[in-house]
């Protein structure tokens, strides 16, 4: 089985400064990480995941993270944020076999951004 | 092209009502998702598809009823839905399960029973 933590329910930010949005995991297995993001009224969109390799991420709106297995981490990060980042960010792992690549979700962070 | 459509966009829906939500993909993906998103809540999933079977029900009440009629398409047919399963409703589709695939959403159905 496997578990998602995302710590932050709610973060607001002001325009231009930077972010981490918290994720760790948990799972008995070797997982993929994801994180989706979720605008008002649309539906989910992948921002960035990790398969293996590096273990930095980036997308191209400029958010990257970084797994860290020793602290089963999967922080995701943005060094200067635009108003229209405000949405729902999820967290999201899946396993490598059996019913474990199901995506296992956790309960997602708000991220305002205000002027 | 990596858009996953869904039809309505809206519904509302009386509880003896039947109607059903539409799921397309264009891909040439193989596995398609059902998910009940509740407001500030994550998805939960419903049922998985792959190759056109069914190969996951979420201990899902029959009430909802999952189809998937060619490799492109998936339904969810609604009957007798209770108040509480308003809800948004997304599909999602990706090249297979599993091994860290993709999954990509449509913008979902917004669904109210009354």
């Known amino acids: 089985a496997q578990s998602v933590t995302q710590l932050d329910s709610q973060v607001p930010v002001f325009e231009e400064a930077p972010v981490e949005l918290r994720c760790n995991y948990s799972s008995s297995v070797s997982v993929y990480l994801f994180w989706y993001v979720q605008y008002p009224n649309q539906g989910l969109q992948l921002l960035l995941k990790y398969l293996s390799g590096s273990t930095l991420v980036k997308s191209i709106n400029g958010f990257e993270a970084e797994f860290n297995k020793s602290q089963t981490s999967f922080h995701l990060r943005k060094p200067s944020v635009h108003i229209s980042d405000t949405a729902e960010y999820f967290c999201?792992?899946?396993?490598?076999?059996?019913?474990?690549?199901?995506?296992?979700f956790g309960k997602g962070t708000l991220l305002t951004v205000n002027p | 092209d990596t858009e996953v459509t869904q039809t309505p966009k809206h519904l509302v829906m009386g509880m003896t009502n039947k109607k059903s939500l539409k799921c397309e993909q264009h891909?040439?993906?193989?596995?398609m998702y059902w998910y009940k998103q509740k407001a500030k809540k994550p998805p939960e999933l419903m049922f998985v598809?792959?190759?056109?079977?069914?190969?996951i029900n979420e201990s899902v009440p029959s009430r909802f009823s999952p189809e998937c009629p060619n490799s492109s398409l998936l339904n969810l047919h609604l009957h007798a839905l209770q108040p509480e399963d308003s809800a948004l409703y997304l599909c999602?589709?990706?090249?297979?399960?599993?091994?860290?695939?993709?999954?990509?959403f449509g913008p979902g159905t917004r669904l109210l029973v009354l």
């Open positions: 891909m040439g993906h193989r596995a």
């Open positions: 598809y792959s190759y056109e079977k069914l190969s």
């Open positions: 999201a792992v899946s396993g490598s076999g059996g019913s474990n690549y199901k995506l296992t």
């Open positions: 999602a589709s990706s090249q297979d399960r599993g091994k860290g695939e993709t999954q990509y």
